[in-house]
């Protein structure tokens, strides 16, 4: 099984600056891509960043200029550096990894989410 833990989620007031980690762990041989997403009350769960093992990151457009994700392919580590927070930010951030897991007869694809971190954006 593959573990991912966020952290780095808090209360900061608009145009503060938050910065999120999250580390997998567990019988991982390799992470494809890695993302942030967000989930809001009353709404669905949507895609803020996201940042593949070699190729270029992708944002939504609403964090844009703001928000930078980035990782830490050593040590299966994923942040996201969140700048001129709004009040429209405020939601639970979720990571994902997705990739290869060891197990007893070879590899297999995984696709895992962390609980969640909590960011609270006062205006």
């Known amino acids: 099984q593959v573990q991912l833990v966020e952290s780095g989620g808090g209360l900061v007031q608009a145009g503060g600056s938050l910065r999120l980690s999250c580390a997998a762990s567990?019988?991982?041989?390799?992470?494809?891509?890695m993302g942030w997403y967000r989930q809001a009350p009353g709404k669905q769960r949507e895609l803020v960043a996201a940042?593949?093992?070699?190729?270029?990151?992708n944002y939504a457009d609403s964090v844009k200029g703001r928000f930078t994700i980035s990782r830490d392919n050593a040590k299966n580590t994923v942040y996201l550096e969140m700048n001129s927070l709004k009040s429209e930010d405020t939601a639970v951030y979720f990571c994902?990894?997705?990739?290869?897991?060891?197990?007893?007869?070879?590899?297999?694809?995984?696709?895992?989410w962390g609980q969640g971190t909590q960011v609270t954006v006062s205006s």
């Open positions: 994902n990894a997705q990739g290869l897991r060891r197990v007893s007869v070879g590899l297999t694809s995984f696709d895992s």
């Open positions: 940042i593949p093992s070699g190729g270029s990151t």
């Open positions: 567990g019988s991982i041989f390799s992470i494809n891509a």
